[in-house]
T-cell receptor, first 112, second 112 residues
Framework: NAGVTQTPKFQVLKTGQSMTLQCAQDMNHNSMYWYRQDPGMGLRLIYYSASEGTTDKGEVPNGYNVSRLNKREFSLRLESAAPSQTSVYFC???????????FGPGTRLTVT | QKEVEQNSGPLSVPEGAIASLNCTYSDRGSQSFFWYRQYSGKSPELIMSIYSNGDKEDGRFTAQLNKASQYVSLLIRDSQPSDSATYLCAVNRGSTLGRLYFGRGTQLTVWP
């Protein structure tokens, strides 16, 4: 039982490049989330998916797109990376009954 | 006004002492409350959930909730150097299904 997994762990991009961050969970949770964490800013919600086939914007969605591929997988795409997107990205999934969220190990992204 | 506010810290306590971490929230309709621990360079780890007024104890950790005062706290008894981390308070407001609002965290250092 791996919980929430994320790939890659680290990534360096040049401005304008694109990439997709992958997330998968094996806890049979319906809801999944993408956050970014920056020093002094705390965790900020980018996008979330309440169930397979649905996605909604969070607090800071600009510059990102998401895909809920199936119940297990939720990906985050940066179409044209900018230095302001340098951050640590966390994926989380949520237990429906308790609203407890469980986080993946994170992706550390640097955009130069 | 920010939805969730924590005492900014940093908080420093000696080994064996009680560490007290505080959090206030703005939405009176909030229903679920969580404490996460985050070690430097790691992802947030859920340590306590609380849903009703009063105290909830789990080992050396006690969460306290007072909905009338819109206040939730975390007490760590017999603090250990391994407790040194940033503690995040998170609140589910109930009106937006499953969405957690995070405070910016309080950094705790426990010195031997």
């Amino acid at each position: 039982n791996a919980g929430v997994t994320q790939t890659p762990k680290f990534q360096v991009l040049k401005t304008g490049q694109s990439m997709t961050l992958q997330c998968a969970q094996d806890m049979n949770h319906n809801s999944m989330y993408w956050y970014r964490q920056d020093p002094g800013m705390g965790l900020r919600l980018i996008y979330y998916s309440a169930s397979e086939g649905t996605t909604d914007k969070g607090e800071v969605p600009n510059g990102y797109n998401v895909s809920r591929l199936n119940k297990r997988e939720f990906s985050l795409r940066l179409e044209s990376a900018a230095p302001s997107q340098t951050s640590v990205y966390f994926c989380a999934s949520e237990d429906k009954g308790s609203y407890e969220q469980y986080f993946g190990p994170g992706t550390r992204l640097t955009v130069t | 006004q920010k939805e969730v506010e924590q005492n900014s810290g940093p908080l420093s306590v000696p080994e064996g002492a009680i560490a007290s971490l505080n959090c206030t929230y703005s939405d009176r309709g909030s229903q679920s409350f969580f404490w996460y621990r985050q070690y430097s360079g790691k992802s947030p780890e859920l340590i306590m959930s609380i849903y009703s007024n009063g105290d909830k104890e789990d080992g050396r950790f006690t969460a306290q909730l007072n909905k009338a005062s819109q206040y939730v706290s975390l007490l760590i008894r017999d603090s250990q150097p391994s407790d040194s981390a940033t503690y995040l308070c998170a609140v589910n407001r109930g009106s937006t299904l499953g969405r957690l609002y995070f405070g910016r965290g309080t950094q705790l250092t426990v010195w031997p």
